[in-house]
C-alpha cells in the first residue's frame, strides 16, 4: 500500500464550477500538508501548504486537512481553463534520528481539465 | 530572484555516459533534494541534503551521486548512465521548521534521454 493515494484523473469539470481534489495517507507521522500545481513540462510549483487540521483558504483555492481521517483536499472556486494542470499533494514526516527530514512524500497526481 | 535553476534543460546521453545535472539556488535554504518523475510512478526523491556537507539517500538512489560543498550549489552525478535513468529530474530547495521539510520550492527540470 503507498502512503499517499491520488486519483490519477483525467478530471474533466466545465469552467466556474467548483473543483474537488483529494489525497488519502496511511502515515499518521506526517505533519505538514502541501499543494502543487504542475503544468504540463515544467517544474511543480507551491499553492499551498498547511499543518494543522481545518481549512486554509487563499483566494479560489482552500486547503482542507482532516487528520483524523487521514485524509486532504483542495477546493478551487470559480475553476478557469487556465486552471488546468496536474495538481499533486506531498506531506512530509518528521524522523527523530537528528539527521533531518526525508523529503517530501508525494502523490502521483490528478490531471485537472476545465473546459471552456 | 531566481529561485531554483536547473541546467541543462535538456541532455540526450549514450549508455554508459556520465554527466551532471546542476542545481543551484538563491534562497539560502539549508535542505535541497534531487527527485525524477516518470510516468505513471509520480515524483521519487533520489538524494537529500540538509546542509553543506551533508547528503543522504531517497527512495531511489541507485546510480547517482550528489555533494554539496555550498549553501547553494546540489549537483547530481549520472555515474554510468542506464536507459532506465530516462527521466524528468527536478530539483528542490526548501525551508525547515525544525527537522521538518515545510514549503518546497521546484526549479524547471532536466529532461534526460538515456539511449
Known amino acids: 500500500q503507498k502512503e499517499v493515494e491520488q486519483d490519477p484523473g483525467p478530471l474533466s469539470v466545465p469552467e466556474g464550477a467548483i473543483v474537488s481534489l483529494n489525497c488519502t495517507y496511511s502515515n499518521s507521522a506526517f505533519q505538514y500538508f502541501m499543494w502543487y500545481r504542475q503544468y504540463s513540462r515544467k517544474g511543480p510549483e507551491l499553492l499551498m501548504y498547511t499543518y494543522s487540521s481545518g481549512n486554509k483558504e487563499d483566494g479560489r483555492f482552500t486547503a482542507q486537512v482532516d487528520k483524523s481521517s487521514k485524509y486532504i483536499s483542495l477546493f478551487i472556486r470559480d475553476s478557469q481553463p487556465s486552471d488546468s494542470a496536474t495538481y499533486l499533494c506531498a506531506m512530509t514526516i518528521w524522523r527523530w534520528t537528528g539527521g533531518g527530514a526525508d523529503g517530501l512524500t508525494f502523490g502521483k497526481g490528478t490531471h485537472l481539465i476545465i473546459q471552456p | 530572484n531566481a529561485g531554483v535553476t536547473q541546467t541543462p534543460k535538456f541532455q540526450v546521453l549514450k549508455t554508459g555516459q556520465s554527466m551532471t545535472l546542476q542545481c543551484a539556488q538563491d534562497?539560502?535554504?539549508?535542505?535541497m533534494s534531487w527527485y525524477r518523475q516518470d510516468p505513471g510512478m509520480g515524483l521519487r526523491l533520489i538524494h537529500y541534503?540538509?546542509?553543506?556537507?551533508?547528503?543522504d539517500q531517497g527512495e531511489v538512489p541507485n546510480g547517482y551521486n550528489v555533494s554539496r560543498s555550498t549553501t547553494e550549489d546540489f549537483p547530481l552525478r549520472l555515474l554510468s548512465a542506464a536507459p532506465s535513468q530516462t527521466s524528468v529530474y527536478f530539483c528542490?530547495?526548501?525551508?525547515?521548521?525544525?527537522?521538518?521539510?515545510?514549503?518546497?520550492?521546484f526549479g524547471q527540470g532536466t529532461r534526460l534521454t538515456v539511449v
Open positions: 528542490a530547495s526548501s525551508s525547515r521548521d525544525r527537522d521538518i521539510v515545510t514549503e518546497a520550492f
Open positions: 541534503s540538509v546542509g553543506a556537507g551533508i547528503t
Open positions: 534562497m539560502n535554504h539549508e535542505y
